[in-house]
Each structure stands twice: as structure tokens, then as C-alpha cells.
């Protein structure tokens, strides 16, 4: 491979090479031998720099591994270059840098001094999930030089590693309340087809029951109340909604609403996956992950945490694709919604994917408590906000406002506590 020489000069080898220059017309026009060979002297050692690097022959290999390959954002991270050299040949000093992306931190460098015989160099550096997403580390970098460092030639190795950052997953305690009945006490009914439309189940009677549904036959064989639990055919299928759209939140980098957002609605999916539901995840754009019918076609850990993972704030306005998708599947009858600022006529469009759905609920987060003062809502965005919620909870919506440092369980757990209030 051909170089032009002077673009191989660092700004002191071209520096070096001027001044030689110069000095050799001044030495030849005033006759001075000194300057002049003072000048042939400064001219011919980057062009000797040149020819010495250049033509240095790189039997360079290098291994790359990222441990753990998949972090959970805000861990961190080790990386662990082995570069070996082989062959006798010489070469100059050699500087490595490896590409890091800003989302895993600073790119490490290193130099090696030996400039001949074989050698083997194992270098760790530390890295750290400072952003959610998907992050490839490399290619390394190899700069020879010479000892002035009035050359510079850049080699680059074409292997790189992946990296993935998931959202942090909590896990979540099964809620007592789900069925929404509140006052009924109810918990989740059973999975479909265990459970037929006209079965009648028993249950200990408990305050503030419907004296109304007591089972008097199991009362009177038990010697204690006991309340009649009619239901229906449970299709275990969870509905999970992610407001992704970026007017919907507010904040930057890990402390954002929309990465609270990510994380609670990567919790609350993968607790359904665990308690054996099948799980339709969506957001602004749509359908993310929808499960099939049947007991072999669910939907696995590892999707949700990949679709949560590449997920990103969308341009879209309004909520409309997210419910023609939701309207598409229409199955199951537990709706979970992560929504960021609303407007009344959001909640319009959100009411259009409940439709059957039997219980509904909806983690609102007050995006203005994640940024500054500057970036909140305007007094009527903050108006229009408070009607929203007022909108859904009329609706039968089980809500429950987030503030920022809420953590998901404790949101969870809220929301747990206020279906007994229903």
C-alpha cells in the first residue's frame, strides 16, 4: 500500500521538515556549511521517520471480549483486549485505542514500547451502561510512530462486539386486588379453560363483602360464611401500552420519564410472562411484541427485554396506531397502560383499545417532576392533564400518579392498595 509521505507527518515531523528546508536554501544562498547541514539534518530525519514506518510489516492480532455481554443499564462493565504481535521484525511504538461508544464511557488507550521480537499484551478497562440500547465496541485502532513522533500511521482491525444495555427490570409481587372488585375483594380469576361461564367457586366471606352473593349451602356445611365467586372464562392474556411519544415526557438520559417508563413497563410485561400470560406489548408506533394463541406460541423473556431495549421516543402525536394495533389482537381482559403527559383527547383515543377488556390500569407519570422548571408544563397542559386522568378514572380506570424517585414496585404496590378503595 502506497502513503503520501506528507500526510503521514505529524504537525512537528512537517514542522521538522519545513525548517530543514529553509535552512538548507539559507545555508546554500549564505554559504554557511553549519546551518546547512543543521538543515539537511532536520529534513532527512522525518523522511527517515517515514521510510522506517511505513514500511514497518503489523503481524498484529487481537481478541475483544465484553464481560457481561448484556448489562442492565447503569452497571458496569469490564472490557479485555489481548493483542499479540508475532514475527521478529521490528516496528515503531505502537499506540492502541479501542472505539467506545459515549454510551458505554471513555475509549481506553495504550501504548506498547517493545519494538521488536513477539509479544502479548492483555489490557482491561472499565466500562459502564450509562444508556439504554444496543452498542458496538471497536475497531481497534493501531497507530505506529516513531520515538519523535513525527509520524503517524493508522492501522484499524475490522472485529467488533456487541453490547446490549436492557432497562432495569424489577420484580413485581403478584397484586391481591386485580379483578378490580375492590369492595368484593375478588382476586385474579383462574386461566381460561380452566374456569367455564357458568362455574361457581366459594371463597371465605370477607368485611365489606355483598351479603347478597353469601353461599348458604357452604355455609351451613362449614359452620362459616362463605360468598359465592361467579366467573367467567379468563383469557390469560395481558395488554401492556407504553407511551413513547417524546411531547409525553420530559427529562434526559437515565433520569427521564421515559426511561422510568421503560422500566415499569418492562417490569410489569415480564411479570405476566413469569405468571404464565401471554403478553401484547405496544407503543406509540404499534404492535412490539404480541403473543400467538397456543400453549407453545408465548412470548419469551428475552423478546421483551429486546423490543424494551431498542425501544425509542416516537415523533407521533397521538396514541391512534398503538389502538388500531391493541383493536387488531383484542384479547384478553387485563389492560396495563405506562402514559406520560396526557390531553383529554388521548384518554378518548386510550378508552378505544379497553372496549371488553374487564380491568384497566395506568401508570400516569408527571413528567414535569423529572427536568427542570424551565421544561414543564404550560398552566394549560397542566389543566388538560388533570381532566385526562379525571377522564379515565370516571372511565373505570384504576390510576396511579409517578412522580420522579418513585420506584416501579412502590408504583406497583399503589396501585395494588387503591383497588381496595374501589
Same mark, same amino acid.
Given at each position: 500500500?502506497?502513503?503520501n509521505p506528507?500526510l503521514?507527518l505529524?504537525?512537528r515531523?512537517?514542522?521538522?521538515?519545513?525548517?530543514?528546508?529553509v535552512?538548507?536554501?539559507?545555508?546554500?544562498?549564505?554559504?554557511?556549511?553549519?546551518v546547512?547541514?543543521?538543515?539537511?539534518?532536520?529534513?532527512?530525519?522525518?523522511?527517515?521517520?517515514?521510510?522506517?514506518?511505513?514500511?514497518?510489516?503489523?503481524?498484529?492480532?487481537c481478541?475483544?471480549?465484553?464481560?457481561?455481554?448484556?448489562?442492565?443499564?447503569?452497571e458496569?462493565?469490564?472490557?479485555e483486549?489481548?493483542?499479540?504481535?508475532?514475527?521478529?521484525?521490528?516496528?515503531?511504538?505502537?499506540?492502541?485505542?479501542?472505539?467506545v461508544?459515549?454510551g458505554?464511557?471513555?475509549?481506553?488507550?495504550?501504548t506498547?514500547?517493545?519494538?521488536?521480537?513477539?509479544?502479548?499484551r492483555?489490557i482491561?478497562?472499565?466500562? !459502564? +451502561?450509562?444508556?439504554? =440500547?444496543?452498542f458496538?465496541?471497536?475497531?481497534l485502532?493501531?497507530? @505506529?510512530?516513531?520515538?519523535? &513522533?513525527? #509520524?503517524?500511521?493508522?492501522?484499524r482491525?475490522?472485529?467488533?462486539?456487541e453490547?446490549q444495555?436492557?432497562?432495569?427490570?424489577v420484580?413485581?409481587?403478584?397484586?391481591?386486588?386485580?379483578?378490580?372488585?375492590?369492595?368484593?375483594?375478588?382476586?385474579?380469576?383462574?386461566?381460561?379453560?380452566?374456569?367455564?361461564?357458568?362455574?361457581?367457586?366459594?371463597?371465605?366471606?370477607?368485611s365489606?363483602?355483598?351479603?347478597?352473593?353469601?353461599h348458604?349451602?357452604t355455609?351451613?356445611r362449614?359452620?362459616?360464611?362463605?360468598?359465592?365467586?361467579e366467573e367467567?372464562?379468563?383469557?390469560?392474556t395481558?395488554t401492556?401500552?407504553?407511551?413513547?411519544r417524546?411531547?409525553s415526557? !420530559? +427529562?434526559?438520559?437515565r =433520569?427521564s420519564?421515559?426511561?422510568?417508563?421503560?422500566?415499569?413497563? @418492562?417490569s410489569?410485561?415480564? &411479570?405476566? #410472562?413469569d405468571?404464565?400470560?401471554?403478553?401484547?406489548?405496544?407503543?406509540?408506533?404499534g404492535?412490539?411484541?404480541?403473543?400467538?394463541r397456543?400453549a407453545?406460541?408465548?412470548v419469551?423473556?428475552?423478546q421483551?427485554?429486546?423490543?424494551?431495549?431498542?425501544?425509542?421516543?416516537?415523533?407521533?402525536?397521538?396514541?391512534?396506531?398503538?389502538?388500531?394495533?391493541?383493536?387488531?389482537?383484542?384479547?384478553g381482559?387485563?389492560?396495563?397502560?405506562?402514559?406520560?403527559?396526557?390531553?383529554?383527547?388521548?384518554?378518548?383515543?386510550?378508552?378505544g383499545?379497553?372496549?371488553?377488556?374487564?380491568?384497566c390500569?395506568?401508570?400516569?407519570?408527571?413528567?414535569?417532576?423529572?427536568?427542570?422548571?424551565?421544561?414543564?408544563?404550560?398552566?394549560?397542559?397542566y389543566?388538560?392533564?388533570?381532566? @385526562?386522568?379525571?377522564?379515565l378514572?370516571?372511565?373505570?380506570?384504576?390510576?396511579?400518579?409517578v412522580?420522579a424517585?418513585?420506584e416501579?414496585?412502590d408504583?406497583?404496590?399503589?396501585?395494588?392498595r387503591?383497588?381496595?378503595?374501589?
Amino acid at each position: 500500500m502506497r502513503y503520501n509521505p506528507w500526510l503521514l507527518l505529524t504537525l512537528r515531523g512537517k514542522v521538522f521538515a519545513v525548517v530543514g528546508v529553509v535552512l538548507l536554501l539559507g545555508g546554500i544562498l549564505l554559504g554557511q556549511r553549519d546551518v546547512l547541514w543543521f538543515g539537511l539534518f532536520l529534513f532527512l530525519l522525518p523522511l527517515v521517520a517515514v521510510v522506517v514506518v511505513a514500511r514497518s510489516r503489523l503481524r498484529l492480532t487481537c481478541e475483544r471480549r465484553i464481560n457481561p455481554p448484556e448489562a442492565v443499564v447503569g452497571e458496569r462493565l469490564s472490557g479485555e483486549l489481548i493483542v499479540t504481535k508475532s514475527g521478529q521484525l521490528p516496528t515503531g511504538l505502537l499506540q492502541f485505542e479501542d472505539e467506545v461508544p459515549r454510551g458505554l464511557g471513555r475509549p481506553p488507550r495504550f501504548t506498547v514500547h517493545r519494538f521488536a521480537g513477539e509479544w502479548r499484551r492483555e489490557i482491561t478497562y472499565p466500562m !459502564a +451502561g450509562l444508556m439504554r =440500547g444496543r452498542f458496538r465496541t471497536g475497531p481497534l485502532t493501531v497507530r @505506529a510512530t516513531d520515538p519523535f &513522533h513525527l #509520524v503517524k500511521l493508522d492501522r484499524r482491525f475490522s472485529a467488533t462486539t456487541e453490547v446490549q444495555i436492557t432497562p432495569r427490570v424489577v420484580p413485581l409481587p403478584m397484586m391481591r386486588t386485580a379483578s378490580g372488585g375492590g369492595s368484593t375483594g375478588d382476586t385474579m380469576p383462574q386461566k381460561a379453560g380452566v374456569i367455564g361461564a357458568d362455574d361457581v367457586l366459594v371463597r371465605e366471606y370477607r368485611s365489606g363483602d355483598d351479603v347478597r352473593r353469601i353461599h348458604w349451602r357452604t355455609t351451613a356445611r362449614r359452620g362459616e360464611l362463605f360468598v359465592r365467586r361467579e366467573e367467567q372464562a379468563w383469557d390469560p392474556t395481558a395488554t401492556v401500552i407504553l407511551d413513547s411519544r417524546s411531547a409525553s415526557h !420530559a +427529562g434526559r438520559g437515565r =433520569g427521564s420519564s421515559f426511561e422510568w417508563a421503560v422500566s415499569a413497563a @418492562a417490569s410489569i410485561a415480564l &411479570h405476566f #410472562v413469569d405468571a404464565g400470560f401471554r403478553v401484547d406489548l405496544f407503543d406509540a408506533g404499534g404492535a412490539m411484541v404480541t403473543g400467538e394463541r397456543g400453549a407453545q406460541a408465548t412470548v419469551t423473556r428475552q423478546q421483551i427485554i429486546d423490543a424494551m431495549t431498542d425501544v425509542t421516543l416516537s415523533p407521533r402525536a397521538t396514541l391512534n396506531r398503538t389502538v388500531e394495533h391493541a383493536a387488531l389482537t383484542q384479547r384478553g381482559q387485563l389492560m396495563v397502560a405506562v402514559l406520560g403527559r396526557m390531553t383529554p383527547g388521548d384518554v378518548e383515543v386510550v378508552l378505544g383499545a379497553q372496549r371488553n377488556r374487564a380491568r384497566c390500569f395506568a401508570f400516569v407519570v408527571d413528567a414535569d417532576t423529572f427536568t427542570s422548571r424551565s421544561e414543564r408544563s404550560t398552566p394549560e397542559q397542566y389543566d388538560d392533564h388533570r381532566a @385526562a386522568l379525571d377522564r379515565l378514572r370516571s372511565a373505570g380506570w384504576r390510576v396511579i400518579e409517578v412522580e420522579a424517585g418513585t420506584e416501579v414496585v412502590d408504583a406497583w404496590t399503589n396501585l395494588d392498595r387503591v383497588g381496595e378503595y374501589v
